[in-house]
């Protein structure tokens, strides 16, 4: 078939302006993004940035206000130190918040298991290590009982943990005679729990056993969260418990496993808690739980469940570390440091439902 | 294990359930009410148990009260309501806000109840018929003069860290405050406020909430100001052991002397260890014991209390303890300390 026998048609009127139409396959309306939305969406793929950007800027801010004293290394491996029970804690909380839940009791098991721990040791004369593997015990005995009454008898997590808050509690002042076990005794009888307050030096700077503890529970909790089929069940079920269930998740056996952990975790910040304070002091961290909700938020977790990565909390948790360190160093009052703290919540639980908004 | 778990709950409801239960009256018995800050604290523990003590001995039925948290208000003025309902002839009341109570203890004594302050007094003292308390101030004084004392000349460029209590500085936390500084001889200004000094000595305040993990972050966080302190004010001795902590982990706990309030046993082995200087014993069991007697005597009589001869309250007593006493300042050894401590 060659064209030249083919004789030319006259073409048609439509064809006359086919040409002219438009040649794109179907497809939706192009959105142009402002640069609030392209942020948005970033931020929705990596929640985490967040508080990476606050803790990067505000440590530039307060190493510019507070002068070099700041930056030291002897002055971050403080801050370490000072966050490193609350961070546990965190990390412990993290753990329920990701099921949609709230765990407020967490700072009532680390005290009270704290007390067994030394209880058992001192005046007992438990031997340190079975007296520290029994506060485990008791430890994910307090978390399983919270998930028990979570998923059995199906309380809501809020009401739960309010009541085994108050139970800890009291449990805690019963079994330490509200005293305080001396750091003294404790090197005589007991040295094994002031264990994580022990230090290495690196350079300038004062890295505690407890700091590294804290880091390493975090590790093991991103791998078991990120890399396991129970850290995916987990982020499921916070996600949408029924879909979960639907696609063959045992929800409540997770739930369940995720508060016994969450215990276990607290009790070892319990441990990790005598070696920081260097006694044992049934007095000491009485609103832990609320500054652990605190860095938890803080750090980008979505008190909505089944969102968030487990590496917000430690950051979070060095957010308050460093604005309290920054702010008494610029010599600023108490208050003024509860009242950032307060307002840094706020905003990041806000900056949390923007984010939230770009899926809708 | 956790029905075990279940049914302990169960039995400790029972259980509280049962001591409210309201007692068979006998001919004079008389109810009075003791409202503490907490039950954490253990000198409110001794407090109860000296109060205790004496209900039994004279007769009372007493009813106890205590806030979760220092500083948990609204539980003490639902206390003071139920007193008031009970219909009981005193109430003893170491108030959480000592301003804020001052209205619903009015109601009380418009209902011819004795109010009695213990250890902090409110604001207007006279808001309560009568307060037993330790003097505070002087508590201060005797651990200001004795760090002075010990320091000798080097007190004049001596570096102080001042450990309080919370950021809202209760009068005890201000008492305490400016009467170690009063003792050592920094001019304090307005008596009834802390850090309105301009004293170069003074690296800083910082609040400690009365326990060791607070004691020992505050002296962290005044170390990072200034690392030369050598002398630290503690405004109880769980905050002062968290100090020696905090100043050991910086390799200082040598050279610095730590001074507390307190007199609680473990404050005192403490003493006897070294890690504190030296402390004001206080004597709660004392207070509790005295203020029972005089809702006795307000129901048998109707006489009130009086005030220690120039002061505005009732001075229960305070003696410093040390081991290292120093000229011109009047202690007892840690032997009598121990014998003497509550807790």
């Known amino acids: 078939m060659s064209d030249e026998n083919r004789t030319p048609r006259k073409k048609q009127d439509f ?4 040409g002219r139409s438009d040649t794109n396959v179907a497809s939706f309306a192009p959105k142009q993004r402002t640069f609030l939305q392209s942020a948005q969406h970033l931020l929705h793929g990596n929640p985490t940035m967040v508080p990476v950007i606050v803790l990067i800027m505000s440590i530039i801010i307060f190493g510019a206000l507070a002068g070099p004293k700041f930056f030291s290394p002897f002055n971050l491996s403080l801050i370490l130190q000072q966050v490193s029970v609350i961070g546990i804690l965190a990390a412990a909380q993290s753990l329920v918040i990701l099921t949609a839940g709230i765990d407020l009791s967490v700072g009532a098991i680390m005290v009270l298991i704290s007390v067994i721990m030394g209880q058992l040791a001192v005046s007992l004369g438990v031997p340190s290590p079975l007296a520290v593997l029994i506060g485990f015990g008791c430890g994910a005995l307090a978390g399983g009982m919270n998930g028990f009454l979570v998923t059995r008898i199906k309380l809501p997590p809020f009401i739960v943990t309010l009541g085994s808050w108050n139970i800890f509690f ?72 029924e ?26 910040g319990g441990w990790a808690s005598i070696g920081r304070v260097g006694s044992v002091s049934p007095q000491s961290f009485q609103e832990a739980n609320l500054q652990s909700i605190t860095a938890v938020v803080i750090g980008g977790i979505s008190l909505f469940g089944g969102r968030g990565s487990i590496a917000g909390p430690l950051i979070g948790a060095l957010i308050v570390g460093v604005f309290n360190s920054g702010l008494r160093m610029v010599g600023v009052d108490v208050l003024w440091q509860l009242f950032a703290i307060g307002w840094l919540t706020i905003i990041a639980v806000a900056i949390d439902q923007w984010i939230r908004k770009v899926s809708s | 294990m956790k029905k075990a778990l279940l049914g302990a709950t169960l039995g400790a409801l029972a259980l509280s359930i049962a001591t409210i239960a309201p007692h068979q009256a006998k001919a004079d018995e008389i109810g009075a009410c003791l409202i503490t800050k907490t039950d954490i ?229 403490n003493v006897k260890d070294g890690v504190i200087g030296a402390t004001s014993q206080q004597y709660p069991v004392d207070m509790a014991y005295k203020g029972i007697e005089a809702i006795r005597a307000w129901a048998d009589n109707g006489t009130k209390p009086e005030n220690t001869k120039g002061l505005n309250f009732y001075d229960t007593g305070v003696n410093l303890v040390t081991d290292s006493p120093a000229e011109g300042v009047p202690s007892i050894g840690v032997d009598e300390g121990m014998s003497r401590c509550w807790g």
Not at chain 2, 60 to 75: N, P
Not at chain 2, 118 to 140: S, V
């Open chain 1, 243 to 268: 879909s979960a269930e639907l696609s063959g998740i045992r929800t409540n056996r997770t739930l369940i496993s995720v508060y016994i952990l969450a215990g276990l975790v607290c009790a070892i």
């Open chain 1, 15 to 18: 064809e006359e302006t086919l």
């Open chain 2, 41 to 269: 604290n253990p000198f409110f523990v001794k407090m109860k148990e000296g109060a205790t003590a004496a209900s039994l001995a004279m007769n009372i039925d007493l009813s106890t009260y205590a806030g979760k948290i220092d500083g948990d208000h609204e539980t003490q003025v639902q206390a003071v309501e139920s007193c008031i309902a009970s219909g009981a002839k005193g109430i003893l009341i170491t108030a959480s806000d000592t301003k804020a109570i001052v209205p619903v203890l009015k109601k009380a004594r418009d209902a011819g109840i004795l109010v009695i302050a213990l250890d902090t007094p409110l604001e207007p003292i006279d808001a309560a018929d009568a307060t037993f308390a330790t003097d505070n101030f002087k508590a201060g004084q005797l651990i200001g003069e004795w760090a002075k004392a010990k320091l000798g000349d080097k007190a004049a460029d001596a570096k102080i860290a001042m450990l309080d209590l919370t950021p809202s500085a209760p009068s005890v936390d201000v008492l305490r405050d400016q009467g170690f500084l009063d003792g050592f001889g920094v001019d304090i200004k307005d008596k009834n406020k802390i850090g309105d000094e301009d004293d170069k000595r003074i690296v800083g305040h910082d609040v400690t909430n009365g326990n060791e993990e607070g004691g020992r972050k505050a002296m962290e966080n005044l170390l990072q100001r200034d690392s030369g302190i050598n002398v630290v004010y503690t405004i109880n001795e769980p905050a002062a052991a968290g100090a020696y902590e905090a100043l050991k982990a910086f390799n200082m706990e040598k050279g610095v002397l730590i001074v507390s309030v307190d007199g609680g046993c473990p404050g005192v082995l």
């Open chain 1, 170 to 241: 009291a449990l805690n002042l019963w079994l330490s005679g509200a005293q305080s076990i001396r750091s003294q005794t404790l090197d005589e009888v007991a040295p094994l729990l002031k264990f994580f307050g022990e230090s290495i030096a690196i350079g300038g700077a004062r890295v505690t056993y407890g700091s590294i503890l804290m880091l390493a529970i975090f590790a093991v909790l991103w791998f078991l969260l990120n890399h396991t089929a129970w850290g995916r069940h987990v982020y499921a079920l916070g996600d949408d418990k």
